[in-house]
């Protein structure tokens, strides 16, 4: 067994983002590492639910030894096992967001020894994080381009401040990860998006939503927003959102997202994520921000060289890139393109010695 690995929780982004990755690639990798400092740069710092179950989540999925797992802990020893494949639960018991639980898990599943099947439950559409949708309607495209893929069913919506969703995710495993270059956009095909409203909340709300963000793209072509309410037996609390996406001509996906909330103009709702699409697009990016730094374990991982082009470098991706090349020994390169960013690296070309050939 490796010497345990320090990585200290306070620096740069300072939050969950380090304790998911250094999980992650503790597992893959079967390197034992001690997180210190955790969540220093939170209010409150420390383990919440849903890092704690995260951690469990993939402690489970290889047989992890674990110090200091518990709601509040600042620091966590985790020395890994075996990955294997099979049917995990995780559940945050709050609204917890189950895309953050997915980003540590996924790339765990993709080099287990045979097929994962992970229901997860939580929160779908939860604040500070990609809504469920997000992940399945860009960030997928995108792994697929890493030689990766899963499939989705989402069973229950759960909303801030019960939660409750419940989210079923199926994987095989991959013998390698391929290297990606995304630095060509090409044009945008389509825009997409859905406008939702759930629970007692009246369904105009989700045609304002769209409205909104129709009118911030109005410069832009082929834009279809669907407007809808969610059945009560899939959502049965109030909350309203939309989700956009889009995909170009070669084969980039890029998406933006927004919730409403109590006090905010539904128009302005749509308006705040059409905006956020709008400044990816205009920056000639073939990431978002929201997959920019998601993409960063992929790479690090991946067979050969990859390379990306990224608007502004975010400070998660910023961190992603701090542990990756702490714990998988890689190199990453940052250059600047005007407004654009080429993030590129070489990876460990890592092989699932479980996985003889595709």
Same mark, same amino acid.
């Not at 849903?50 to 402690?59: E, P, R, S, W």
């Not at 030894?65 to 509040?72: L, P």
């Not at 997928?140 to 030689?147: A, C, E, M, S, V």
């Given at each position: ?52 179950? !995260? ?59 045979? !097929? ?41 919506? !759960? ?121 990816? @697009? ?32 975010? @400070? ?43």
């Amino acid at each position: 067994m490796s010497q345990t690995l320090n990585i200290d929780g306070s620096v740069l982004e300072g939050g969950g983002q380090i304790l998911r990755i250094s999980i992650s690639l503790s597992a893959i990798l079967g390197i034992p590492v001690r997180v210190t400092n955790i969540r220093a740069g939170r209010s409150k710092p420390g383990l919440a639910a849903q890092h704690l179950k !995260g951690i469990q989540l993939v402690a489970t999925m290889c047989q992890a030894k674990m110090k200091g797992a518990n709601i509040g802990s600042t620091e966590i020893e985790f020395i890994p096992g075996k990955l294997r494949g099979g049917h995990y639960l995780a559940d945050t018991q709050t609204a917890g967001s189950i895309s953050l639980l997915l980003q540590v898990a996924l790339p765990c599943a993709l080099f287990a020894d045979s !097929g994962v099947t992970l229901d997860l439950r939580g929160g779908t559409n939860a604040d500070m994080a990609p809504q469920i949708d997000y992940m399945e309607r860009v960030f997928r495209n995108i792994l697929k381009r890493f030689n990766a893929d899963f499939n989705m069913n989402i069973l229950r919506r !759960g909303y801030f401040p019960k939660g409750g969703g419940h989210v079923r995710v199926k994987m095989n495993p991959v013998r390698s990860i391929s290297g990606v270059c995304l630095t060509e956009r090409g044009h945008i095909l389509e825009i997409t998006g859905t406008s939702f409203v759930a629970g007692t909340l009246p369904i105009k709300l989700a045609y304002l939503m769209a409205d909104g963000a129709k009118r911030e793209l109005t410069t832009e072509h082929n834009v279809n927003i669907h407007s809808y309410k969610e059945d009560r037996h899939m959502a049965p609390d109030n909350c309203n959102g939309i989700i956009l996406s889009c995909s170009s001509s070669s084969g980039c996906a890029l998406g933006a997202d927004a919730l409403g909330r109590r006090g905010t103009d539904a128009a302005d709702v749509g308006r705040l994520a059409a905006h956020a699409l709008r400044t990816t @697009l205009r920056s000639g990016a073939c990431l978002d921000p929201h997959a920019q730094d998601q993409v960063i374990l992929y790479m690090a991982l991946a067979e050969g060289r990859s390379c990306v082009r990224a608007g502004e470098v975010t @400070l998660h991706t910023r961190t992603a890139i701090h542990v990756c090349e702490m714990i998988a020994k890689v190199k990453f390169n940052i250059q600047q393109e005007g407004e654009q960013n080429l993030i590129e690296c070489t990876g460990l070309g890592l092989i699932n010695k479980f996985i003889l050939g595709e």
